[in-house]
């Protein structure tokens, strides 16, 4: 079975800081990965997806991600947090069962911005 | 527009009782889900549908039980109410065919059994 996994469950940051958050998957052929932010009382919304093509790829609000094949990861990154990227973070892969696909999360990464 | 609506986003109930929490999406996706968000903001699959036929039941107690009347709605039915079913509830949908498809998602039902 598809997987990923988080190791980051909780990250404190000071604003202008810069941010990476860790994603690891399991499987070994085709992937697609997912990175969603859940701002606080809101619902999951995508951040960045990587398919195939150029490994860096870039999200909205100035995030981006790195699919690096040979260490199983897709790594979250941001240059310089704002107090507004508070929220949490969760990687996900979309395994595929019984002929359709099943968005698989891990579990999450709280990220607290300190102003 | 609201493109995955859920209905309603609180609920607070006595154990015992019977709920239901209702779910419609307007983007023309094949594909829903109903997602359980626990108190460590774990998401674990629940339900599947791919147009309203069940696709996945992740071993979920036969208290819940899902039902799509067309493949735009998925509602959440759950008998018998315990204190551990208090989580948050997020209804999804995907156009479901490719992989490379993301998941939208509503804006939870936080249920709070008392």
């Known amino acids: 079975a598809q997987s990923v996994s988080q190791h980051n469950h909780h990250v404190i940051l000071s604003e202008a800081a810069s941010l990476e958050l860790g994603c690891n998957y399991s499987?070994?052929?085709?992937?697609?990965l997912f990175w969603y932010v859940q701002y606080p009382g809101q619902h999951l919304q995508l951040l960045l997806k990587?398919?195939?093509?150029?490994?860096l790829v870039k999200g909205i609000k100035g995030f981006e991600a790195e699919f690096i094949k040979s260490k199983f990861s897709f790594n979250l990154r941001k240059p310089s947090v704002q107090w507004s990227d508070t929220a949490e973070y969760f990687c996900?892969?979309?395994?595929?069962?019984?002929?359709?696909?099943?968005?698989?999360f891990g579990r999450g990464t709280s990220l607290i911005v300190h102003p | 527009d609201t493109a995955v609506s859920q209905t309603p986003k609180y609920l607070v109930t006595q154990m015992g009782n019977d709920k239901s929490i209702k779910c419609e999406q307007n983007?023309?996706?094949?594909?829903m889900y109903w997602y359980k968000q626990d108190s460590k903001k774990f998401l674990k699959i629940m339900f599947s549908?791919?147009?309203?036929?069940?696709?996945i039941n992740e071993t979920v107690p036969n208290r819940f039980s899902p039902k799509s009347p067309d493949k735009a709605h998925l509602n959440l039915h759950i008998n018998s109410l315990e204190l551990g079913d208090s989580a948050v509830y997020f209804c999804?949908?995907?156009?479901?065919?490719?992989?490379?498809?993301?998941?939208?998602f509503g804006q939870g039902t936080r249920l709070t059994v008392v």
């Open positions: 999804a949908s995907s156009p479901g065919q490719g992989a490379n498809t993301e998941a939208f």
């Open positions: 499987y070994g052929g085709t992937v697609n």
């Open positions: 990587y398919f195939s093509g150029d490994p």
């Open positions: 996900a892969v979309n395994e595929s069962r019984g002929g359709s696909y099943i968005p698989t």
């Open positions: 983007l023309g996706h094949d594909t």
């Open positions: 549908y791919n147009n309203k036929e069940l696709i």
